[in-house]
């Protein structure tokens, strides 16, 4: 019924079905074999001394979702936001490839992550990705154990509060022009309005005990994207574009863009 009413489900319903397949063969004691021959955290979960309703097929299953759409998607979106945006402002593209050359003269060099985050505008492009980005859209609720002090509020102990990185991020009381993707405003001693460090505001990977895990996973694709040479070696040009990525127009197309090899 799904897929009739919504075609385009049709590849996550048989991604599912291939997760749930997966983790079948690994309950039924299916371990490695030739067309898997590493373990995995699955193997592993099977593996502890986890409870049995912990190990169920479903647990299991349910995991790959969360940790693939964790690792995956979010670092693809996040790699996405900073193509596009680079890739559609000649400027920002220019000024991170001048940047790149003067820290890399050789075009052929090795770039090592250390010596990527360490250049300020290519750190800043990064930022503004990952601000852009979101990470998850939905609020992350949190109950405090105690009574919580907020300004001039109490929050009693047990009340769930909660906020979405989305309305943060927005916020032009901290970032100024917000659908701008900007990398200037993150460089420098860069603050809101209010005096706080700009940094402060960047809770795309939540913030505190709960963040993210993946932080520095998501930090170093974009920088890894300079070491692959994309954006030191090749000058990309944008036949046409939206303007404006963002949840909402996902489904957008970038049209064409033509690759223009350097030296």
Avoid at 61 to 68: C, L, N, P, S
Avoid at 118 to 133: D, F, G, H, M
Avoid at 227 to 239: E, F, G, T, V, Y
Wanted: net charge positive.
């Amino acid at each position: 019924m799904v897929r009739k009413m919504n075609p385009d489900l049709d590849i996550m319903i048989k991604y599912r079905k291939d997760l749930d397949r997966i983790a079948q063969d690994i309950v039924a004691g299916k371990e490695l074999d030739e067309k898997r021959p590493y373990s995995t955290i699955f193997h592993e979960l099977h593996r502890s001394d986890l409870t049995s309703k912990d190990k169920t097929v479903k647990r299991l299953a349910d995991e790959a979702v969360t940790i693939q759409g964790a690792a995956l998607t979010t670092t693809s979106w996040t790699l996405s936001i900073a193509t596009f945006y680079i890739v559609d402002n000649p400027k920002i593209q220019e000024t991170l490839r001048k940047e790149l050359a003067e820290a890399f003269p050789d075009p052929q060099a090795d770039m090592e992550w250390l010596q990527l985050e360490k250049l300020p505008y290519l750190k800043a492009c990064v930022q503004e990705s990952i601000r852009l980005t979101y990470g998850v859209m939905v609020r992350n609720p949190r109950i405090p154990y105690q009574p919580m002090t907020y300004g001039k509020w109490t929050i009693p102990q047990g009340v769930a509060i909660s906020m979405t990185a989305y309305d943060v991020s927005h916020d032009e009381a901290i970032f100024l022009d917000s659908h701008t993707y900007s990398p200037d405003r993150w460089l420098g001693d860069a603050r809101a309005p209010n005096g706080k460090s700009l940094e402060h505001y960047l809770v795309s990977f939540g913030k505190g005990s709960k963040s993210c895990l993946g932080i520095k996973y998501v930090y170093k694709e974009p920088f890894g994207m300079c070491n692959k040479k994309l954006m030191r070696s090749i000058a990309w040009h944008m036949r046409s574009s939206s303007k404006r990525l963002g949840p909402s127009s996902v489904g957008s197309s970038w049209s064409f863009m033509r690759l223009t090899y350097l030296m």
